[in-house]
């Protein structure tokens, strides 16, 4: 599969993710305002590729001219949870005196670099599974989707699943389905169904009676940004699972490369919780599923403490906070 953001021919190149499963297209974002849209309506999401859109976003604001920093500083703020994008962003400003040239070139670098770091931590991160689970052909579950389409390439969290299958290591995964736009459903579904990995989709609440059925041998997930302790935001839903999986003694493994370590924040209470549009709630395809009025509470990402995990993995191996 192609690079899930890439650039070509001035412009950003983008898998519309709320396109898929039902179509595969690709979008050509040729303004800052097109990409700050993107990115809020989710069409590219993942820690990892916001960092590649953070880059190229200030490259395609240098080639345009006008303030480049005010529009870096839109790209870096239109999702405030995952750490990676403003990251992004930083890199590619960093060569602006160095002229446009100068921060494409950055941002094609980081694309570049994000595809081998994120084949690095999984492949880390497949090494410890093993240590921890029985060795044969596990049963994996998975939450949100950590996978190619979350990064420039390759991926996270399901990054391991890619390294564990070509070993014949994996029996199944089941896919948490994930709101908000039932991310597990729609493209960790569709991931596993293009690389042929044998998967079953499951309502969220169904992951906690998985595991206590015996159906779950580790739980992957991935991260949006990871407190200096070590405590992991991630797509809401994770910090429950993460209850489950320590109460069933099942291992919990978060897949991220290191960018997506915020060293400034102590822990995970400082990170910015993202909540998402009501209607995500109260509509289904256009139409009202609730009373008229009703209050919502749709936060995108919660906080699982560092204690609940089994191990945070990056490129550089286990995360050990300092």
């Known amino acids: 599969m192609r690079r899930t953001i890439d650039w070509a021919d001035g412009a950003i190149?983008?898998?519309?993710?709320?396109a898929l499963p039902a179509e595969y297209k690709l979008l050509e974002l040729r303004t800052v305002g097109e990409l700050v849209d993107a990115i809020k309506r989710l069409a590219v999401r993942g820690a990892p590729a916001l960092g590649g859109a953070g880059a190229l976003g200030v490259a395609l604001a240098a080639r345009l001219g006008g303030d480049v920093r005010a529009e870096a500083e839109l790209i870096a703020g239109a999702r405030p949870t995952a750490v990676n994008l403003r990251w992004g962003v930083e890199r590619a400003l960093a060569k602006l005196g160095q002229g446009a040239d100068a921060v494409l070139a950055e941002a094609q670098a980081l694309l570049t670099e994000d595809e081998q770091l994120n084949k690095t931590a999984s492949a880390h991160a497949a090494e410890i599974v093993l240590a921890e689970c029985p060795r044969r052909p596990l049963r994996l579950l998975s939450h949100c989707n950590a996978g190619r389409l979350a990064t420039v390439g390759w991926g996270s969290a399901l990054g391991v699943v890619w390294h564990l299958q070509e070993r014949g290591l994996v029996e199944e995964v089941l896919v948490d389905e994930t709101r908000p736009l039932l991310q597990g459903a729609r493209l960790t579904a569709w991931e596993l169904a293009q690389a042929g990995v044998p998967y079953r989709v499951q309502p969220d609440g169904a992951a906690a009676a998985a595991m206590a059925r015996g159906m779950v041998d580790c739980v992957l997930v991935g991260a949006d940004r990871i407190a200096a302790n070590g405590d992991v935001a991630n797509k809401?839903?994770?910090?429950g699972l993460a209850i489950a999986a320590a109460h069933h003694k099942v291992p919990f493994v978060v897949v991220a490369p290191s960018s997506t370590v915020d060293s400034?924040?102590?822990d995970?209470?400082?990170i910015t919780i993202e909540e998402r549009d009501a209607r995500e709630l109260t509509e289904y395809a256009g139409a009202g599923i609730t009373p008229p009025g009703a209050e919502v509470f749709n936060?995108?990402?919660?906080?699982?403490?560092?204690?609940?995990?089994t191990a945070v993995v990056t490129e550089h191996g286990r995360y050990e906070p300092a």
Do not use: N
């Not at 190149?13 to 709320?18: A, E, G, L, P, S």
């Not at 809401?236 to 910090?239: A, E, L, P, R, V």
């Open 299 to 309: 936060p995108a990402f919660d906080v699982t403490p560092a204690a609940l995990i």
């Open 264 to 266: 400034s924040l102590a």
């Open 236 to 239: 809401i839903g994770t910090y």
């Open 13 to 18: 190149v983008i898998i519309d993710q709320t």
């Open 268 to 270: 995970g209470t400082g």
